[in-house]
């Protein structure tokens, strides 16, 4: 399978937005991250155990909402490197639910050949669980 | 005029919208909006200066700031020396009725925002503790609001005669725009929105 | 809490340094579970095989907060957000030290009441000491 064409930074515009999704936030993929991450809390691998601490069910490590937001990025615009990405946690995200990741272009920078995206993750009642920016350097032209 | 009445900046601690890109965004899109007003939490930022972006996009772009108080957060329009001198502004402690009394003392207007918040939103205080005189205008479309916040502050509003305005409360660029607040007056600078806000010259609108 | 005296007794220095080996399989299931598909991060065969951007995020070091650090959190506290910048690839067996220091202290308050922000500056170097990434923790506590 060829690989991805490099998105190029004169490929893009402002306003532009990235392919949003649903990413997968089942308990079994968010114990595969917390396993690599070293992070044994419960709240993060079982609802009850959550919900006994308050929370209506096991809730998603902000770190991994943060990680799903840049692999969005890379599926946007493969080869290019996220420079900086600043997000808050601004409500937890639910294991098992079907939250959506979005983006889009709100900055380019000619001169960095940087590109600035908003992101957020929204519940399924469209409420903003995380938000950010991330700073994405993109490629000069497309090798071959 | 429509105006975006509450919105923050990279100056906020939470805020990651360059003002410039809000003027392109608003552009880009093509939004209702003749400008808006940079709400900064726990600070009035004195130091920028947006009128070559004003001129560049042919916006309004005004200062203001979000404060915090015993009753929740509150916006308060029209801030300048007296005001500053007047009580701390990074304090997250104020009284809701000194930040009323002295907006009022030097010509500034104090609006409740989010009143359906929990803990930041004047709904519940007043639950506990009753209403707060001097109050005139409270945010009734706050575009940060979950569930049925916004209906509360409707219905505060409506309980207690308050009119009520329109704000995105946007931290990044994109959620600029959400809602607004339309103005039957043109609007040039800071001190003509407080007098149209006492005037009660206005509507709460969205768009979205 | 007078937080402009906290913000200068405990801002700026650093408190705390730790080594952290990076192992493969953690690079891959952290890359695979936030939904990479880019072989660069998928494939430890491929040339350029290093660990997903915001993977030195999940580091924290020995202590979280400087040895004496007032008890602010009586009612717990939460992970606020966090910024991470990318300066260079992290590799499989590369040996990262992280080097701590509070960076900024503020409070405000929000939907769950009164917090005190603490930002935590973590920096991490490779074993040949350059620069790979800087993250910034907001750890909030709740008086």
């Known amino acids: 399978m060829p690989a991805p064409e490099k998105k190029r930074f004169e490929d893009v515009s402002f306003g532009e937005d990235l392919e949003s999704g649903s990413p997968d936030v089942s308990l079994e993929t968010v114990k595969r991250f917390t396993r690599a991450s070293g992070m044994k809390f419960g709240r993060f691998t079982d609802h009850e155990f959550a919900r006994k601490e308050g929370l209506p069910g096991a809730i998603v490590p902000g770190i991994m909402s943060q990680g799903l937001l840049v692999g969005m990025i890379h599926r946007w615009a493969p080869g290019s490197t996220v420079v900086k990405i600043d997000t808050v946690f601004r409500a937890p995200v639910l294991v098992d639910s079907t939250p959506q990741c979005r983006g889009v272009v709100t900055d380019l920078d000619a001169d960095a050949r940087q590109v600035e995206v908003d992101l957020t993750i929204v519940n399924e009642a469209n409420e903003t669980r995380v938000l950010g920016t991330a700073t994405v350097r993109l490629q000069a032209d497309n090798p071959q | 005029m429509i105006l975006d009445l509450h919105n923050h900046s990279v100056a906020s601690d939470d805020g990651r919208a360059k003002v410039e890109n809000y003027c392109q965004w608003i552009s880009n899109r093509k939004l209702p909006l003749d400008g808006f007003v940079l709400t900064e939490h726990r600070q009035f930022d004195q130091a920028s200066d947006y009128r070559a972006l004003e001129d560049e996009y042919g916006l309004l772009v005004l200062k203001a700031s979000e404060v915090e108080t015993d009753y929740g957060h509150v916006l308060v329009y029209g801030v300048n020396e007296d005001l500053l001198h007047a009580f701390d502004f990074t304090s997250i402690n104020l009284s809701l009725e000194l930040v009323i009394k002295e907006a009022d003392r030097c010509g500034a207007i104090a609006?409740?925002?989010?009143?359906?918040?929990?803990?930041?939103?004047?709904?519940?205080?007043?639950?506990?503790?009753?209403?707060?005189?001097?109050?005139?205008?409270?945010?009734?479309?706050?575009?940060?609001?979950?569930g049925d916040e916004n209906e509360r502050a409707l219905e505060l509003a409506k309980t207690h005669g308050y009119a009520g305005i329109g704000g995105s409360d946007a931290h990044i660029v994109?959620?600029?725009?959400?809602?607004?607040?339309?103005?039957?007056?043109?609007?040039?600078?800071e001190e003509d929105l407080v007098r149209a806000l006492r005037d009660g010259a206005f509507e709460a609108v969205t768009w979205t | 809490m007078d937080i402009a005296s906290l913000k200068k007794e405990w801002t700026g220095f650093e408190f705390d340094t730790a080594d952290f080996v990076v192992e493969e399989q953690e690079m891959l299931d952290f890359a695979l579970a936030c939904g990479e598909v880019e072989p660069r991060y998928t494939d430890a065969t491929h040339a350029d095989f290093q660990a997903p951007t915001t993977f030195t995020s999940k580091f924290s070091g020995r202590r979280i907060l400087p040895k004496d650090f007032p008890r602010i959190a009586k009612r717990g506290g939460f992970d606020a957000g966090k910024c991470v910048e990318f300066h260079a690839p992290v590799r499989a067996g590369?040996?990262?030290?992280?080097?701590?220091?509070?960076?900024?202290?503020?409070?405000?308050?929000?939907?769950?009441?009164?917090?005190?922000?603490?930002?935590?500056?973590?920096?991490?170097?490779?074993?040949?000491?350059e620069l790979v990434s800087i993250v910034d923790w907001r750890m909030v506590q709740q008086p």
């Open chain 3, 94 to 129: 590369d040996t990262i030290t992280g080097a701590s220091r509070i960076h900024d202290i503020y409070e405000k308050t929000g939907r769950s009441g009164p917090m005190i922000f603490i930002v935590h500056r973590m920096e991490f170097r490779n074993q040949r000491r």
């Open chain 2, 174 to 189: 994109s959620h600029i725009g959400r809602y607004g607040t339309k103005i039957d007056r043109e609007i040039k600078d």
């Open chain 2, 111 to 146: 609006v409740p925002c989010h009143p359906g918040r929990p803990k930041v939103g004047m709904c519940a205080h007043y639950a506990e503790r009753g209403p707060v005189e001097g109050v005139s205008v409270i945010e009734t479309y706050n575009g940060g609001s979950r």
